[in-house]
């Protein structure tokens, strides 16, 4: 059982910073790709940012350049650093691991963009 929990969401002005954190536990070896993804004020979820075991990254084109996603393995974590933040990122942020067979989810972390 993967277990994922988020934290690191709040309030931040435009052009703000947050950074999220997931942390994971349980049977994650298996894991080859992790991300979050976020769940718009108009219920749409779509991914941020994820990356492979093997450390490739890929980021959604509306975050490039002012988000990095992250993973240290030591700690079991998973980190979105979240730079210039503009009111369209608001949004649940939901850490996901995938390995062959399953997504698992986190509970999610509100971030919410003022303007």
């Known amino acids: 059982q993967v277990h994922l929990v988020e934290s690191g969401g709040g309030l931040v002005q435009a052009g703000g910073s947050l950074r999220l954190s997931c942390t994971s536990s349980?049977?994650?070896?298996?894991?080859?790709?992790w991300g979050w993804i976020r769940q718009n004020p108009g219920n749409q979820r779509g991914a941020v940012a994820t990356?492979?075991?093997?450390?490739?990254?890929n980021y959604a084109d509306s975050v490039k350049g002012r988000f990095t996603i992250s993973r240290d393995d030591a700690k079991n974590t998973l980190d979105l650093q979240m730079n210039k933040l503009q009111p369209e990122d608001t949004g649940l942020y939901f850490c996901?691991?995938?390995?062959?067979?399953?997504?698992?989810w986190g509970q999610g972390t509100q971030v919410t963009v003022s303007s």
């Open positions: 996901i691991a995938q390995d062959t067979m399953n997504h698992y």
């Open positions: 349980g049977s994650t070896i298996s894991i080859n790709s």
């Open positions: 990356i492979t075991s093997g450390g490739t990254t």
